[in-house]
């Protein structure tokens, strides 16, 4: 039951912390994600009914399936991150997330590591590194800080 109690609340969280950010990114990167000529032309537009009614449809089952998938993982440490401070849990789960979903994430994408080695120039454009990265920092917070808070 602890650990079904444990992947509920993770997965809760999780959503909450993530569309958080994306609310607030969404507003200052539009346009990285809107428009024919955006940044992220690999990524649906956002600014196109269909695709983000595609976007409106998936976003809360993929990311109960991705809190999940995460809550899961954890399993074998729970014992342990419950001995251990807020401080300490803040610090472990916010960068947990920030590096492990993003900066050193297996899928290449322009601000981590795996893009800098596979994407091509145009999508690695240094003053688009503070919006793609303003979303992730915000999500890694605010998770860390609900997670550390009210998971232990």
Request: no cysteine.
């Amino acid at each position: 039951m602890q650990y079904l109690m444990f992947s509920f609340w993770f997965i809760i969280i999780h959503t909450f912390a993530y569309t958080i950010a994306g609310m607030l990114a969404l507003k200052i990167s539009k346009d990285l994600y809107e428009e024919k000529n955006r940044f992220l032309d690999f990524l649906r537009d956002m600014s196109d009914k269909n695709e983000s009614k595609h976007v409106s449809r998936w976003f809360i089952p993929a990311q109960i399936l991705r809190g999940l998938l995460m809550s899961i993982a954890l399993y074998p440490i729970l014992g342990l991150l419950g001995g251990i401070s807020f401080m300490l849990r803040f610090v472990f789960f916010g960068s947990l997330m920030f590096i492990y979903t993003d900066f050193a994430s297996a899928v290449p994408f322009p601000n981590n590591i795996e893009g800098f080695v596979y994407m091509k120039h145009r999508y690695q454009r240094k003053e688009l590194f503070g919006k793609l990265y303003f979303e992730m920092i915000i999500y890694s917070l605010v998770f860390g800080f609900l997670t550390a808070y009210f998971l232990f």
